[in-house]
């Protein structure tokens, strides 16, 4: 499972996944369609990217108008990052 946070933004949320951990490893899961619809969350991801930025990078700002809007989920693998959203 995962908890889904809603935030004063609308269609921001914050999803924290429920991590498994023992000596092996760890395992979560970090997208269930299902899950994501039952919280209103009906977009479909079609394209998955990941980057990696060294530290004190600042990334831009992006922005995207119908018909090219994309969903975003962002998750960070190691470490913390500062996300700043804007209602525009």
Same mark, same amino acid.
């Given at each position: #499972? #995962?908890?889904?946070?809603?935030?004063?933004?609308?269609?921001?949320?914050?999803?924290?996944?429920?991590? $498994? *951990?023992?000596?092996?490893?760890?395992? $979560?899961?970090?997208?269930?369609? &299902?899950?994501?619809? &039952?919280?209103? #969350? *009906?977009?479909? $991801?079609?394209?998955?990217?990941? =980057?990696? =930025? #060294?530290?004190?990078?600042?990334? !831009?700002?992006? $922005?995207? *108008?119908p018909p090219?809007?994309?969903? *975003?989920?962002?998750?960070?693998?190691? !470490?913390?990052?500062?996300?700043?959203?804007?209602?525009?």
């Open positions: #499972m #995962m908890k889904i946070i809603k935030t004063s933004i609308p269609d921001l949320l914050i999803v924290e996944p429920d991590v $498994f *951990k023992d000596q092996r490893g760890y395992f $979560f899961e970090s997208y269930n369609q &299902e899950r994501y619809f &039952e919280n209103d #969350m *009906k977009m479909i $991801f079609v394209q998955d990217n990941e =980057s990696k =930025s #060294m530290k004190n990078v600042l990334r !831009g700002l992006h $922005f995207q *108008k090219y809007a994309q969903g *975003k989920l962002v998750r960070v693998i190691q !470490g913390k990052v500062v996300d700043v959203a804007v209602d525009i």
